[in-house]
């Protein structure tokens, strides 16, 4: 059987064949189309490199098979900066020093977009890092990271929060 | 993984018939279940994905006062919804499994059929004395519950709703295992107008467990100074490398206070 | 909480610019090795591990694996054509298995396959049979069964510590554990190598030691040097998990490429991560203290015991630095330190920021702390009476009494263990044969303050440091309210400690303290840059870039940062040590002053004017009468054939070190902080919190402050961690429980205490290093040590005892000293 999904990655409508059921999203991304902007720092779902936006809400895409994806919309790193515009959560990281080897990067800034869309956190430093308690940074750059946030959450009107996730 | 089947039906009907075939399996969040597979510590020949079936998913309130939860919702929903239906004890708990990244994807469902010792919905099923809503029939908390991993879904049989009684005052307390954020010890307490549950998970080799001594006390005094003098046996508790059986067992005392204290 | 936000718009060195690459790692463009597209027909690889830790390979069938769907090649000990040894020291260290196998984990056989999951898979087919024995697991097995690297303990001392200790009013005795930690950067292992023609082989790899790459796989494919060349163009994190964890990568993919003729690829999952490589070292450190009655210690003895593991990896330099730091911030005159390198059979402990450092030092802070216990005085002023005397004062003021010579130690020089047929690697941390250099180091003075190795510290400003740091934390009257705040809480205490960390900068093997660089300066004024050391996040490329930027007087973005490449710069020493800037800073400068030079001379000559007033300000070069724009100055350098490119080299000066004897100046200088932590622990749970963290941290005069700040915090919590939360377990087969984050805590977000202040200490270094900055990648690691004397100070306010709080400070141990300290 060959089964395969349509979905919307990065904006864009693909069809996709799978030729194994066990597919990880994360392993689609990173072997089969060439975008290896999302990290693999454990492959257990407990680290959060991996993190993207599945309709909006953020994921471990290591461990969401691809073929429960029909019909979903997927973000990833590489589809944040429009037009080669950065997303204000990318500027804000560079702005705030939040990345040292930058490894974690890429799940931090997914799991950051997502955490401003569901819109709860605001900007109390308290609630963003429990909100953003899923993703590991070894290098601890979470002071950065925290500021990032924040300052992305003040810049960012609910107009664009929509436009974000 | 080793390899599987894959289907995605749109009803619990469908997903029934679908896991009839041997050795299929449900699949929920896939926060527990595909990191199994990955380690091969589990060869479904099939997986039926139940996340396509609406019927199953959503949070009301039914005229017994029970908050009726869809087998198939994400811990996020219950989060948000239990504390709207005036359920804290609930969001308590929800709100805090694992990440966010986790949250958005597991389900109750998920969960409950799995049954890990340190899962923390179980807890909150004994305490509120909840009924766990099968495809073919209606299981009490009591007797679902059978030990580690166990329960008594027959094979196929999937969970399609959960209906637990909202208590007047619920809390839980879990003591974190730092790592895993799965609870060394996690305590529910309910207050009934009759009775008190307290439900505990993480800490008994045999799963989760209704501490009736502690209801007992409850029932007649509810507060933390009731249950002072009380305490649960070391043995028979887990001991692992996050910790001994001792500690567990003193554990449980200082969380079930804790949890009353919260829910005056 | 102080607003840190840098401000972006100044130039070169001295400026809070941000990380290299800064657009590609937030865009996820960044790429590292398991990212880099590789050719059509690459293979993927994967390790068969021993499942026992001890035992004899009695059978191996490898026909399911070999016929398994997607499999190419299957390697075994016998199949390697030369060296089977990824050893960075003494050739004990075989890639795979021959024959016998030494711990739960090590590489047995390796497979070659279409894809990375073929290969995992296939591994699981393999039939093999061992004849198990009894590993030695644990430090007391080790210390049982005699088993040691080096024929017998290591011994450093100065003046008569058991005479001194004995004869001292006071005592204060006991022995502490301190657990090891896994490295978990979050880009795991991963080597990439590619076969040339004429059977030359490229590496790319996650290595902090692309030389020491370059030399096992030359050794593995039996090629001189030469005919191997190695890049790293940047790491996902290292922390000294990638100073020689990376060889077997490296080697196991070149060997598969040169036999299959196929660019063979390599990662490690995270689980086989934590179980194949080395973690930090950990110790069973005993100590002896005598003092006086105003705490002033006056004899005191270490014995150290370091559980090396199953190889000898970098374990000597590692355990010599506790040495060299057991004494931490404190002026010891009779003190002994003696060092057992235990071999068991476990993972082969390795590098790991600071080195042995933080493990030496921490048993002193405890003795401190303990004899403040005893004493019931503030712990804060038992340091300041121990402290070095301060800079400027330690060649003179109150002559120390002459002090007996102390024996030699039994001459146990560094024997060289199998495989002698193998040069050395001379180019590791783990070198033997070292040559001692005739002694070019000043010998210390009569009544001068020296070391227990007898280097003469003459830098030390932790005095001033501590005064500024007391201040600002305002410790005195945090202590009071402290005090008060635990007399009316029962259940929750709140404790306070103030640590200093004094941590000595340089390879303690003298001959890796030279670095090389290459820089070219194109004919349209760009600069291309490269240099020896590697970019792991740590912002060494940010910040050498910016010496070069400042050496032209352009901006940063005029220099192109490259990967690092052992085919621009040969011979190179590991990032390590903290050494990164200094040396490759000091390398790249030479260079860049080189062909400046050569601009300046062909321009003063041009328009008649004096070499040494010509200036490189602002993207200019200005020569009095003329003012050129810097591309237009090089245009007409090339025009002039005048060279443009240049190489660059520096060694530190003045360093010199026996590690037989104990002896020289092994540190070109010290650098120093001291941080304040307070927490509040849970008296029925174990379980604790950090309040409140204020951290004055010397970096001398700091090349680039966001990136030390970073660096700084990172390494406080990072040591926190490893004395706090991240435990690792084995059980009674050798086996490690705790090999995923699921069971391994490191901390995350929400760990970090709300109140936060780091601050610089405003002052050059006095040896002359790159803009007069210190080192910064280690020392701060050690800050963690107030976290856990924290915890302990808090477990002290739960009764008389002392707490003798053993790391990691698990809830469960707290929870035990609590119930030691209440029982007393």
Request: net charge negative; with cysteine.
């Amino acid at each position: 059987m060959s089964p395969s999904i349509s979905l919307t990655l990065n904006g864009e409508a693909r069809d996709i064949a799978l030729d194994d059921p066990r597919v990880t999203l994360l392993d689609l991304l990173r072997e089969r189309l060439a975008l290896p902007g999302t990290k693999k720092g454990c492959d257990r779902g407990q680290c959060g490199a991996c993190t993207v936006l599945v309709n909006g809400r953020r994921v471990n895409s290591c461990l969401t098979l691809a073929l429960t994806l029909d019909g979903a919309e997927i973000t990833t790193i590489e589809g944040l900066a429009a037009d080669g515009t950065l997303h204000p959560v990318q500027e804000a990281f560079i702005e705030n020093d939040a990345f040292q080897c930058g490894y974690c990067t890429p799940g931090q800034i997914m799991s950051a977009v997502g955490l401003i869309a569901e819109g709860r956190a605001g900007d109390d430093p308290e609630r963003i890092r429990e909100g953003m308690s899923g993703n590991i940074c070894r290098c601890v750059a979470y002071h950065g990271i925290t500021l990032a946030v924040q300052d992305a959450t003040r810049s960012m009107t609910p107009l664009k929060k929509e436009d974000a996730a | 993984m080793y390899n599987f089947d894959f289907e995605r039906p749109k009803s619990v009907a469908d997903a029934v018939k679908a896991l009839q075939t041997e050795e299929a399996q449900p699949l929920g969040g896939g926060q527990t279940l595909i990191p199994t597979l990955k380690q091969r510590l589990a060869m479904p020949s099939k997986l039926v994905s139940l996340a396509g079936i609406d019927e199953i998913k959503g949070v009301c309130k039914d005229d017994q006062n029970r908050l009726c939860i869809g087998g198939g919702t994400v811990h996020r929903v219950i989060a948000e919804k239990a504390m709207s239906e005036g359920f804290p004890g609930l969001t308590g708990l929800a709100s805090k499994i694992g990440d966010p990244a986790v949250r958005n994807r597991g389900t109750i469902g998920g969960s409950l059929a799995n049954n890990d010792p340190s899962a923390c919905y179980p807890a909150a099923a004994m305490a509120t004395g909840a009924t766990i809503v099968t495809d073919r029939r209606e299981i009490a908390a009591d007797d679902y519950f059978k030990g580690l991993f166990e329960t008594a879904l027959e094979e196929g049989e999937i969970i399609t709703e959960v209906k637990m009684p909202i208590p007047e005052a619920s809390a839980y307390m879990k003591f974190e295992q730092p790592a895993s954020r799965f609870p060394l010890v996690g305590v529910f307490v309910a207050r009934f107008s009759d009775r008190v549950g307290v439900g505990v998970t993480g800490a008994s080799e045999s799963g989760v467990f209704r501490w009736t001594e502690a209801e007992r006390a409850l029932g007649s005094d509810f507060s933390a100074d009731a249950v002072k003098g009380l305490s649960v046996p070391a043995d028979g508790m887990i001991s692992d490398l996050h910790g001994t059986a001792e500690y567990r067992a003193h554990l449980v005392g200082v969380m079930t206070r804790r949890a009353v204290a919260a829910a005056q | 909480m102080k607003d840190e936000r840098p401000d972006r718009t100044a130039r070169a060195v001295r400026s809070p610019l941000p990380h290299d690459a800064a657009t590609l790692h937030v865009t996820g463009a960044a790429r590292y090795v398991d990212d880099i597209p590789v050719p059509a027909g690459c293979l993927h690889m994967a390790f068969g591990l021993s499942e026992i830790a001890r035992g004899t390979i009695t059978a191996m069938d490898l026909s399911a694996v070999r016929s398994a769907p997607g499999v190419r090649d299957v390697i075994t000990a016998g199949d390697l054509p030369f060296a089977n040894d990824v050893s960075p020291s003494a050739h004990d260290e075989p890639l795979l298995a021959d024959g016998e196998v030494f711990y739960f984990g090590q590489p047995v056989f390796a497979v070659v396959a279409d894809s990375h999951l073929a290969a995992r898979k296939a591994v699981r087919l393999a039939r093999i049979d061992y004849d198990a024995q009894t590993p030695i697991l644990t430090i007391d097995d080790a210390l049982a069964a005699d088993s040691r690297f080096e024929e017998g303990p290591r011994v450093y001392a100065k003046g008569d510590a058991d005479g001194a200790i004995a004869a001292a009013p006071r005592r204060v005795e006991g022995s502490m554990e301190i657990g090891g930690q896994e490295h978990f950067y979050l880009e795991g292992q991963a080597a990439l190598a590619l076969p040339q023609e004429d059977g030359d082989m490229v590496v790319q790899c996650s290595s902090q030691h692309p030389t020491e790459i370059q030399h096992k796989v030359a050794e593995a494919l039996g090629l001189p040097m030469h005919a191997v060349r190695a890049e790293v163009r940047r790491m996902g994190g290292a922390f000294g998990g990638k100073e020689s964890q990376g060889n077997a990568l490296a080697v196991a993919c070149a060997v598969a490429a040169a036999r299959t003729g196929r660019p063979c690829k390599m990662r490690y999952d995270r689980d086989d991560d934590f179980v194949i490589t080395g973690k930090r070292h950990d110790f069973r450190i005993t100590y002896r203290a005598g003092h006086d009655d105003d705490g002033r210690i006056l004899g005191l003895e270490f014995v150290q015991y370091c559980r090396c593991g199953w190889s000898q990896d970098l374990s000597l330099p590692v355990a010599d630095r506790a040495m060299l730091h057991a004494e931490n911030a404190y002026h010891l005159v009779d003190v002994r330190i003696e060092s057992h390198r235990l071999k068991t059979h476990t993972q082969s402990a390795t590098a790991f920021r600071g080195f042995g450092g933080p493990q030496g030092m921490i048993p002193m802070e405890r003795v401190i702390d303990e004899i403040a216990h005893a004493l019931s005085l503030d712990p804060v002023e038992v340091r300041r009476l121990n402290y070095y005397r301060a800079a400027a004062q330690s060649a003179e003021g109150g002559a120390a009494p002459a002090t007996p010579a102390a024996p030699l130690p039994r001459d146990i020089s560094g024997q060289k263990k199998v495989h002698d047929a193998l040069p050395d690697d001379i180019a590791s941390r783990g070198a033997l044969g070292e040559v001692v250099e005739p002694a070019a180091g000043r010998v210390a003075a009569s009544g001068e303050q020296t070391t227990p190795y007898h280097m003469p510290v003459t830098d030390f400003i932790l005095h001033e440091m501590t005064d500024r740091l007391c201040q600002s934390a305002d410790y005195t009257a945090r202590r009071a309210g402290i005090e008060a705040w635990n007399a009316q809480s029962p259940i929750l205490k709140k404790g306070l400690a103030l640590t200093p960390v004094k941590f000595g900068i340089s390879f303690t093997l003298t001959h890796l303290n030279q670095a090389g660089a290459l820089v070219h300066v194109y004919q349209d004024g760009s600069i291309q840059m490269n240099h020896g050391g590697t970019e792991m996040g740590q912002g060494l490329f940010r910040k050498v870039s910016q010496v070069a930027a400042s050496r032209f007087g352009l901006d940063v973005d005029r220099v192109r940062i490259t990967a690092t490449d052992t085919g621009k710069v040969p011979n190179t020493s590991a990032t390590a040590a903290s050494s990164g800037s200094d040396l490759n800073g000091m390398a790249v400068k030479a260079a860049c002053d080189t062909i400046r030079d050569r601009i300046a001379a062909f321009l003063a000559e041009k328009d008649g004017v004096d070499a040494a007033t010509v200036r490189f300000e602002d993207g200019a070069v200005i020569t009095g009468a003329e003012r050129y724009d810097f591309a237009e100055a090089v245009r007409l350098a090339y025009l002039g054939r005048v060279s443009l490119s240049a190489t660059g080299y520096y060694r530190t000066p003045d360093i010199v070190w026996d590690r037989i004897r104990g002896e020289g100046r092994p540190f070109f200088y010290f650098a120093y902080g001291a941080a304040v932590t307070e927490a509040v622990v849970d008296t029925l749970t174990g379980e604790y919190r950090l309040l409140r963290t204020d951290i004055l941290h010397d970096a001398g005069a700091s090349l680039n402050p966001a990136i030390d700040i970073g660096q700084i915090e990172g390494g406080y919590i990072q040591g926190t961690g490893w004395l706090t939360t991240e435990e690792l377990v084995w059980d009674a087969e050798g086996r490690l429980r705790t090999h995923a984050p699921s069971t391994y805590k490191i901390p995350a977000c929400s760990d970090r205490p709300d109140l936060f202040t780091v601050t610089l200490w405003d002052g050059e270094n006095f040896a002359d290093t790159i803009y007069r900055s210190k080192a910064v990648g280690e020392p701060p690691f050690m800050l963690g040590i107030s976290s856990f004397l924290a915890l302990s100070d808090a477990i002290a306010a739960c009764g008389p005892g002392y707490p003798a709080l053993d790391a990691p400070a698990t809830p469960e141990r707290v929870l035990a000293a609590i119930q030691r300290v209440r029982a007393a």
